[in-house]
């Protein structure tokens, strides 16, 4: 198997993966999580955002509703985001038990509650990843930034 990719053997399903996941992520992200667990249709085909619609609806499964009362869920990619960190160092924190996030499966997205990223512990967290930057940190993030001349 190649580095990064889903073992074969532990692919779930495509309709056990979609009763698992349906309601917590938009149908584009569900088709997502499924092809990165290498689910496939019933014509061997990937996931799109349509299909995934057909075959939830088809199944009787809820749609995402952003407004649910537990809808204070946010992925762990927004979560960084608002912490002022990169993706791999929110995901290094959820692993260490410090920013509380859920995987509902291998494969699948992370979510965070949204109260959570205002916590004490996770302050903390963030804090001695921002203390472990070089000094010259948005010199370093300014470098990354194509310069043309003229411009």
């Known amino acids: 198997m190649k580095t990064g990719g889903y073992p074969e053997d532990l692919a779930p399903t495509a309709v056990e993966a979609l009763r698992k996941l349906a309601g917590y992520w938009p149908d584009k992200e569900l088709a997502v999580s499924l092809n990165r667990m290498r689910c496939k249709t ?3 085909k990937s996931w799109t955002t ?4 057909e075959m939830r609806e088809r199944l009787g499964l809820p749609e995402y509703d952003p407004e649910k009362p537990d809808g204070k869920m946010i992925s762990l990619g927004k979560a960084a985001q608002q912490l002022g960190i990169c993706i791999g160092s929110a995901k290094t924190l959820a692993l260490k038990g410090v920013l509380p996030a859920i995987q509902h499966m291998p494969g699948a997205q992370w ?3 949204v109260e959570s990223l205002t916590s004490e512990p996770v302050r903390i967290g963030v804090q001695k990843i921002i203390d472990r930057r070089p000094q010259h940190y948005e010199g370093y993030q300014y470098d990354k930034v194509i310069r043309l001349p003229g411009i």
């Not at 349509?50 to 619609?53: E, K, L, P, T």
């Open 42 to 44: 019933g014509d061997d």
């Open 111 to 113: 979510l965070v509650p």
């Open 50 to 53: 349509v299909r995934v619609r």
